[in-house]
């Protein structure tokens, strides 16, 4: 596979504190990916990429709320541990993911200009519809945080998709990211619990702020989605259409799949790790070579 990968935290003395998960360094090469990925389809591989251009200015929108709120936190050492990987982590999908969406550029699509919309999304909403409060911040990002972990679980069940990247590189990028979104998925959300508790109106928070940057961040997919097709020249391109259209949402879609354990955040006892994906994150840590 065609990426460089070193472990560069979690590496501590025996019997030191560590973080749950490690921190690795990865240096995708992205010069040789073809425009059509994802089933040699355009709408299906611009699916994906419409995912791609919202990580780098997600990621930092939710490494910078744990990070407003982290000193706050001063009797969990261990949570402190995980917040640091959990930045690590961030930090790294954000620069590869910007990577790529430079990369793509040579094939006239410009995905990168579209990561200052997700920007300009998130910071807006926050500013003028979630008040703007750390406290808004973290529930974004937690019901973000649920979001991206949940299509990661569910890239790393449908083998049936992953054989459709007929590119090892991406295949690669996306598998790596999954595990990783998976090994901090609780990162946010003990934070919020820690701060705010998980009493009703902890619970009421997190619960509106998920409808609503569900709604924004859906809306966005649907606009970066249909914008990479018209600058590829495949609006009308019908039959594609549907192909994307049924990986998406059809009977076994990608998102149709994934929408009862999204749903689950609506418990107000919830906890990302009452979905238990750690065989999933054994089995492709393996495959991907990475140490747990
Ligand atoms: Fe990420
Ligand atoms: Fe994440």
Redesign the pocket.
Known sequence: MNAKFEQIANTSAPFALKAAFPVRRMDFKFQDVPKYWLGDDPASTHLLTALSVM?PD??RY?VDSVRAVRDLITDDPQLQKDISAFIG??AM??KEHHAFNTSAQIHGLHPESLERFTYNLLHVATKYVFRDSPKMRLAVTCALEHF?GTIAAQLMRRTDIQDLMQDETMKHLWLW?SV??NEHKSVAFDVYEKLYGSGVSAYLNRAIVMILAITFIVAAKFGFWATLMYRDGQMFNLRSWRKGLSLAWGRHGFFTEIIPDTWDYFRPNFHPWQHNTHALLDKYRTILGMTA
Request: hydrophobic share 25%; charged share 35%; glycine share 8%.
């Open positions: 990580f997600g990621e939710f982590q961030e999908h954000a991206t990211h990783e979104e």
